[in-house]
Nanobody
Framework: QVQLVESGGGLVQTGGSLRLSCAASGTIFSINAMGWYRQAPGAQRELVAVHTVTGSTVYGDSVKGRFTISRDNGKNTVHLQMDSLAPEDTGVYYC????????????????WGQGTQVTVSS
């Protein structure tokens, strides 16, 4: 099994920055891509950013140019640097990981963290 633990959420003013981190533990050899999703109140969960094992990155349209995902393979962690935050970025941010042998894009992420709240005040 894989456990994902997020940290770094909180309350920030519009235009501010936050850095989220996610640490993976357990059977980490079964992990490929890692990424972040978010869910705002009353909305569906949406892609924020994904970092693949080959080093490529994918971003949701609403965060391109403002958020940066990075990964430390040696520490099995993934980070999300969020700059120029806006109220519409408010939501619960979930760390997720792709199971080896599947496709996060086609099959979805297999492993999920509990989520961390990000609130951006206007």
């Amino acid at each position: 099994q894989v456990q994902l633990v997020e940290s770094g959420g909180g309350l920030v003013q519009t235009g501010g920055s936050l850095r989220l981190s996610c640490a993976a533990s357990g059977t980490i050899f079964s992990i490929n891509a890692m990424g972040w999703y978010r869910q705002a109140p009353g909305a569906q969960r949406e892609l924020v950013a994904v970092h693949t094992v080959t080093g490529s990155t994918v971003y949701g349209d609403s965060v391109k140019g403002r958020f940066t995902i990075s990964r430390d393979n040696g520490k099995n962690t993934v980070h999300l640097q969020m700059d120029s935050l806006a109220p519409e970025d408010t939501g619960v941010y979930y760390c997720a990981a792709e199971k080896f042998g599947t496709s996060w894009y086609n099959d979805g992420m297999e492993y999920w963290g509990q989520g961390t709240q990000v609130t951006v005040s206007s």
